[in-house]
């Protein structure tokens, strides 16, 4: 099933095309990426001047479009358009800038506007493929203007999951390989991309039937997050609560998976209850001096 370019809506349109521009910057950039000028922002957390270039010419192609909008982009915050408008756009210009900057051709633009609150539109564009994955609230989701769906698959055993491990200072890494070890027992495959957007894109589009990661901002996910509902997958907590956008917890899959999904990973949820949340804890330190690793620093 496809959709004449014609019938989309007309600011998904302009998400296109400001994607599209982002990625010819992307795809000029990685003909030479030695030459890509990097800094780092935190330990393992880099940007490159692809990044703030990408970023820009999204904003101007949205805001020369409509001014009125507002912008939160992961660079520069909502330094663009009209902070009080009920329509704001979340852009990623490049998820997965290390990467990049290895050659790594894992990584995406990602675009979402967000309506009072509710995701309304999503593009996310894979520059090295020419892949577009694109949505409009209760119109589907699509990959190149042909309809995408969530996998079939009805058991977590039969599954390939995708996952993002930590790599920020103050990350649980402990955590993260009791997470890793629990799911890699009872699924056919763990895979860790890293680009949260395509991971999400390709459960949407039932290339992995699952994908978890904590510790991701709004503009890793939003477009993503879209692309899963409008395929037929749910996206919320590992709780399974709707309502994770700003909790920096994201779990998305197929319904019956997403539910096998929160019987694994419900109990390391921030959000789990007290009786569950002590047994990981008291779990994570023993596996903490397995590792030789330091206790985590007091969460906020």
């Known amino acids: 099933m496809s959709t004449p370019s014609t ?7 302009v998400a296109i095309k400001a994607a599209r521009a982002a990625g010819s910057v992307i795809n000029r ?10 800094s780092q922002k935190h330990i393992n957390d880099f940007v490159t001047e692809v990044d703030t270039a990408a970023e820009d010419v999204i904003v101007q192609t949205l805001l020369g479009a409509y001014p009125g909008h507002g912008i939160l982009a992961e660079e520069s915050g909502q330094r663009h358009g009209n902070a009080q408008s009920d329509h704001l756009w979340i852009i990623d210009p490049l998820d997965g800038t290390t990467n990049f900057i290895h050659g790594f051709p894992a ?16 593009v996310v564009y894979d520059p090295t493929r020419n ?13 190149n203007d042909r309809r995408i769906r969530v996998s079939k698959r009805t058991q977590l055993g ?20 009791q997470m890793f070890t629990e799911l890699s027992r009872r699924t056919a495959g763990l895979r860790r991309p890293g680009a949260a957007a395509l991971d999400l894109a ?34 919320g907590n590992f709780s399974g609560e ?59």
Not at 7 to 13: A, D, E, G, Q, W
Not at 29 to 38: G, K, N, T, Y
Not at 158 to 175: E, Q
Request: charge should be negative; proline fraction near 4%.
């Open 7 to 13: 019938s989309l809506h007309p600011m998904l349109n």
């Open 29 to 38: 950039a990685a003909l030479d990426v030695e030459a890509v000028r990097i």
């Open 107 to 122: 990584y995406a633009v990602s675009i979402a506007l967000s309506v009072k609150g509710r995701i309304e539109q999503a």
């Open 131 to 143: 892949d577009l994955f694109t949505a409009t609230h209760g119109r589907g989701a699509f990959l």
């Open 158 to 177: 039969d599954c390939l999951i995708s996952t993002g491990f930590p790599f920020r200072a103050g990350d649980d890494y402990a955590l993260y390989v």
């Open 202 to 235: 390709y459960v949407a589009a039932g290339f992995s039937d699952g994908f978890f990661e904590s510790g991701l901002s709004p503009w890793d996910v939003a477009a993503g997050s879209l692309l899963v509902t409008e395929a037929g997958g749910l996206v």
């Open 242 to 300: 709707a309502d994770f956008l700003e909790q920096r917890e994201c779990m998305a899959a197929a319904p019956r998976i997403y539910g096998q999904l929160v019987s694994v990973l419900g109990k390391y949820s921030k959000f789990a209850g007290v009786e569950a949340k002590e047994d990981v804890a008291r779990r994570s330190q023993a596996l903490r001096q397995v590792l030789g690793l330091s206790a985590p620093p007091p969460q906020d």
